[in-house]
């Protein structure tokens, strides 16, 4: 919590896009984001190598989504078919973004979803993801990009699930860690003024807890931030996070530590919150 | 021969009798009379209103300006003040069959109050609607649904997956479809890898994508009726929530209409459509539109353009009304009388529906009266027609023209017809009534009451009180100024000289309206408070003088010689005859040359006129009496051995009419006899092949044409005119002709036989038949007689010397 402790700077968001709910809700955080911060937005979409790998397999054969019909696949017929989404996202994104004056780029790149996501993210400060894909098994769980992101993310990681918007309570996943700082600054950043920030702090040491909380009320009177502290402990983490469940408005704020311990936090965090959730790592470079 | 006594000055006009008028000025009377005379219109149409089976309309027949109109207006007001409000109408929507709405008939005043309550029920369903759909318990149960949907099929996608995994396999999504794909821990074996395994392991691969991709499919197949299901639950959560939200409103209606089976009908079904496509009224966020063609189709699925189905049109509202209604059409097209549906454009489409729909005459006019001008309907395309159907049917239905001739395509309706129960009353003139029966053969069954107008009433002691009476009202409805006495008697003089008989009165109303709005008029000019009988004289005067420009001009001609009229002196077979011009509401006489010129021949006498096609049939009728008066008179003994020609000089326009038939016999007895004809008098009259000389028309303005040239010329004392004896109770001249009679400076003789007016004409006797045969010496008889039977003696002397040379 030392007066040195910067909030995450935005200038330039990567908003990688497909053509699920989930990622076009994304895209309307990321507006508001840029909004906030003033930043530029890149959309992308990555046509996916693997996808058209399919074609050249001895067994190159799917099965209709709707349709149920057993046909071909073809390296022609892939390659049109994702031409054909690359294009409908395209208008998509620039149907939302021309409504607001927020600069933007798009840009469409074929190889490896993640790692062509996670390359072109170098040149941003903040991704933004729709919590799945467009995987058939549909809901509230992580897709396999997303997964891939959260593991190796360098940048702040923004996840955004289909019918949850970005809005109050916000609420923060506090950890006297320098990304936990980072975290509280960022969160300070993005809280209007009349607003109260919800800190969520481990009680499992409750000397550390009484000092922590101590320290934040500190902070929060010298930065004349409304901060409302709320402890939990490890073992009832799970039953404290269904009571957010239920929101369908606001943002949760979690550090993402390498630590063991909070990895598990963080993974019940990920898989349970349906609220937009960013991610913030130390970011050393 | 009866002798001849000239007219005395109180023979040409009948005055009214001040005295027998008995108030000082209109503001005394105090009874109101519309009609006077009426009795037979009064009872036709009374007995027309009264009699309530079908057919008995009424057509009211007379000339035009009688005030048929207003009077027949006036019967049915009264009666209908008495008779009982009629129902009111209202058209619905037919959820069944849109194109055909349906019709309500519900007490006075009762339709616009179901309006109302439909209006608000549509505002409170939205109301409420809008709260139990968007209510917590709704959204969960419905997306509760949705997961248990999405579950099951997340259920065994899952499975697939698993197993797909514990096969080496995964699946993948791609653009159109899912595939399956062996991998291993670092994910999708790429094709190289694939192919570098061994035949067996690829067949493995094959074998087993190909049996997970069966269980796919037989998962995929499942969707749909998943969905279907799900959509069904959603249906019937909606059905639920809906049949509660508007359930209380809708019975709470059923219930103020419970006597109305028609209307609970409706609101039953109103209840039905709601609760069976709720979401369909549900608030709609739609998504913006991408276009204006889309934007006003999402504008049309609204939900609160879909309420408007359950809108209410007033067709018929009675709630103003107190008795029956009495509707006048003033443009009765086809339309304006049945009624209409008018069309909307929506999408370069023209669309109609039940809102659309405009009541006629009929409708308003239904259990009441209706009046219509009989030419105005009859001129209107399809709208005699349609009123016929309608009244033949006992229903008035709605139907387009366009629609029925196939002239526009485009949405149309047939609404429900409505029951018919009315009285009509046809205005037109009588011509029209005729024709309408002898040609048209439905009319008599329809309109079988006959209401005639008198154009004429006695002018008696108790009419003249109902006709100063009639002035009376007129004066109060036109608020004009009072009349004093002078004024009205003045009034009623003039209604005889319009009526052209000193017995008669006229009863056409528009006439003695006109007059009275103008003496009242030219009494506001002298800045009088009562209106005096000069007024009333100066309205006269200045009426004519606005109509009489061509008078002037025809004077003017004969004055300056140019139309060659001869007012003194005498002259053989020349004589002055008589004729009247009508142009509009105007009537003047014009006197005119008849000469007549004879020779030997075959007892023809030829009608100028008609040889050149310039005479009507009566004036050539006239033309051979005269001849067949011939005949009888001088040719008993010896063949008429002359031929005479009659024309009138100087005409230029046709001729008809038999009035001039006892000027061209004088004129022709005049050439006969050689004797000179006095050019002072002119003659009018028409005569039986006797010499009977019989009544004609206009003769007042006859005597006034001749009299006004004569005075122009300056009155010699022994100008005159003859008429016809039985034509003196038709005289009701102009003040100056009077005062000229009664200073002997002009004189009217009445004459009833030829030998009358043949003697004043030439001043010799015109000679009684002696017993022998013969006519006395030095009358003019003899001396026709005699000039013809020396002419027969010249013609068979002609034809004997003829014989002879052959």
Request: aromatic share 6%.
């Amino acid at each position: 919590m030392s007066d040195v402790t910067k909030p995450i700077c935005v200038k330039r968001i990567l908003i990688p896009l497909d053509n699920s709910r989930h990622s076009f809700a994304a895209l309307q955080a990321a507006v508001e984001l840029a909004r906030h911060y003033d930043a530029e937005i890149e959309g992308l979409f990555v046509e996916d190598i693997n996808l058209l790998k399919l074609a050249e397999m001895p067994f190159h054969q799917e099965v209709g989504e709707y349709t149920a019909i057993i046909r071909e696949l073809s390296t022609d017929g892939l390659s049109r078919g994702i031409i054909v989404q690359s294009r409908w996202v395209v208008q998509s994104f620039r149907k939302m973004i021309n409504q607001t004056e927020l600069k933007s780029d798009f840009v469409v790149l074929r190889g490896e979803v993640s790692e062509t996501i996670r390359k072109e993210s170098q040149k941003y400060d903040l991704i933004i993801l729709g919590k799945s894909g467009t995987n058939i098994l549909g809901r509230d769980k992580l897709g396999s990009t997303t997964k891939k992101m959260i593991g190796n993310h360098r940048i702040p990681l923004m996840l955004v699930e289909e019918n949850n918007q970005l809005g109050y309570p916000m609420i923060l996943l506090y950890e006297n860690s320098p990304v936990g700082n980072i975290s509280l600054e960022t969160a300070r950043d993005l809280l209007d003024p009349d607003e109260t920030l919800i800190i969520l702090l481990n009680k499992d040491n409750p000397e550390a807890f009484t000092e922590t909380k101590k320290q934040l009320k500190k902070w929060a009177l010298a930065h004349q931030v409304n901060i409302s502290i709320e402890s939990y402990k490890s073992h009832t983490f799970r039953r404290f996070i269904q009571l957010i469940d239920g929101l369908k408005t606001g943002l949760f704020i979690l550090p993402h530590n390498a630590d063991p311990t909070h990895q598990t936090i963080t993974q019940l965090c990920l898989d349970m919150i349906s609220l937009p959730v960013l991610l913030i790592r130390f970011n050393n470079r | 021969m009866p002798k001849i006594r000239e007219l005395k000055p109180d023979q040409l006009y009948r005055n009214c009798d001040h005295d027998t008028l008995g108030f000082d000025t209109t503001v005394d009377i105090n009874q109101e009379v519309n009609t006077v005379g009426q009795e037979r219109v009064s009872d036709a149409i009374e007995f027309g209103m009264q009699i309530s089976h079908p057919g008995y309309n009424i057509f009211v027949l007379g000339p035009s300006g009688m005030g048929k109109r207003k009077i027949v207006r006036d019967f049915f007001e009264d009666k209908a003040k008495s008779d009982p409000t009629p129902t009111d109408w209202i058209y619905v929507h037919n959820f069944d069959h849109p194109d055909q709405p349906h019709a309500i008939e519900l007490p006075p005043g009762m339709g616009t109050q179901y309006q109302q309550d439909i209006e608000n029920l549509i505002g409170e369903m939205q109301t409420a609607l809008s709260a139990a759909f968007e209510s917590e318990e709704y959204q969960n149960r419905r997306q509760a649904i949705f997961e248990t949907f999405k579950d099951k099929q997340a259920e065994l996608f899952n499975e697939l997956q698993d197993k797909a995994n514990q096969e080496g396999l995964t699946m993948i999504k791609t653009p159109s479809g899912i595939a399956f794909a062996p991998r291993d821990e670092d994910g999708v074996l790429s094709p190289e890898e694939v192919n570098n395994l061994s035949k067996e392991e690829r067949d493995k691969i094959k074998n087993t994508i190909e049996g997970l991709q069966e269980n796919l499919q037989k998962i995929l197949q499942q969707v749909p009726l998943w969905q279907r299901e799900a959509k069904q639950q959603i249906k019937d959560l909606n059905k639920e929530i809906a049949n509660f939200a508007i359930g209380g409103l809708i019975n709470e209606l059923i219930e103020k209409y419970q006597e109305y089976d028609k209307v609970t009908e409706h609101i039953r079904q109103i209840q039905e459509q709601i609760v069976e496509n709720a979401d369909d009224f549900l608030p709609n966020d739609s998504q913006e539109a991408a276009n204006f063609l889309e934007a006003l189709s999402q504008q049309r699925d609204r939900g609160s353009t879909r309420m408007d189905r359950f809108k209410v049109n007033v067709v018929i509202d009675n709630s103003d009304c107190e008795g029956a209604p009495v509707i006048f059409e003033n443009n009765p097209t086809y339309g304006n009388l049945i009624g209409r549906f008018d069309h909307y454009a929506h999408m370069g489409t023209l669309m109609t529906d039940f809102r659309m729909i405009k009541p006629g005459a009929l409708h308003r006019a239904n259990g009441g009266y209706l009046i219509i001008d009989a030419i105005k309907i009859l001129r209107q395309p399809y709208a005699w027609e349609g009123l016929k159907r309608a009244l033949q049917s006992n229903e008035v239905e709605i139907e387009s023209i366009g629609q029925a001739l196939s002239l526009i395509s485009t949405v149309s309706l047939k609404p429900e017809p409505i029951p018919l129960s009315l009285k009509i009353a046809l205005v037109g003139d009588r011509l029209l009534y005729y024709l309408l029966v002898q040609y048209d053969p439905e009319f008599s069954e329809l309109f079988k009451v006959e209401a005639d107008f008198e154009t004429e009433i006695e002018w008696n002691e108790a009419h003249q009180d109902l006709y100063a009476k009639l002035i009376a009202t007129i004066i109060r409805r036109e608020e004009a100024k009072p009349f004093n006495r002078a004024a009205v008697a003045r009034l009623i003089e003039e209604g005889a000289r319009q009526a052209s008989d000193s017995e008669r009165l006229n009863t056409r109303l528009q006439d003695l309206n006109e007059l009275i709005i103008e003496a009242d008029y030219w009494a506001a000019q002298h800045k009088r408070k009562i209106v005096t009988d000069e007024d009333v004289q100066r309205a006269i005067d200045e009426k004519i003088r606005r109509a009489d420009r061509l008078r002037d001009k025809v004077q003017d001609s004969i004055l300056r010689d140019i139309n060659v009229i001869s007012t003194e002196g005498e002259k053989i077979g020349q004589i002055n005859g008589l004729s009247v011009f009508s142009l509009g509401s105007f009537m003047f006489g014009k006197p005119t040359r008849i000469t007549a010129q004879i020779s030997l021949g075959k007892g023809q006498v030829i009608d100028i006129e008609r040889e050149v096609d310039m005479g009507g049939p009566i004036h050539s009728k006239g033309v051979l009496i005269l001849a067949g008066f011939l005949r009888g008179r001088y040719a008993q003994n010896i063949p008429l051995s002359l031929s005479a020609s009659l024309v009138f000089e100087q005409s230029y326009g046709g001729v008809d009419g038999d009035s001039a038939s006892s000027t061209e016999l004088y004129a022709l007895l005049s050439a006969i006899a050689e004797v000179p004809v006095k050019q002072n008098l002119a003659v009018t009259g028409a005569i039986n092949q006797h010499g009977d000389v019989q009544a004609i028309g206009g003769v007042n303005q006859k005597i006034e044409g001749f009299f006004e040239i004569c005075n122009k010329r300056g009155l010699t004392g022994d100008q005159g005119v003859l008429i016809p004896q039985s034509n003196v109770k038709h005289l009701m001249l102009r003040r100056d002709v009077i005062d000229a009679v009664m200073a002997g400076e002009f004189h009217i003789y009445p004459v009833e036989h030829i030998d009358q007016g043949i003697e004043i004409l030439t001043g010799i006797k015109a000679g009684e038949k002696q017993d022998d045969g013969t006519y006395p010496e030095e009358t003019i008889n003899r001396m026709v007689k005699d000039r013809l039977e020396v002419m027969a003696k010249r013609l068979a002397q002609f034809a004997k010397d003829e014989d002879d040379k052959k």
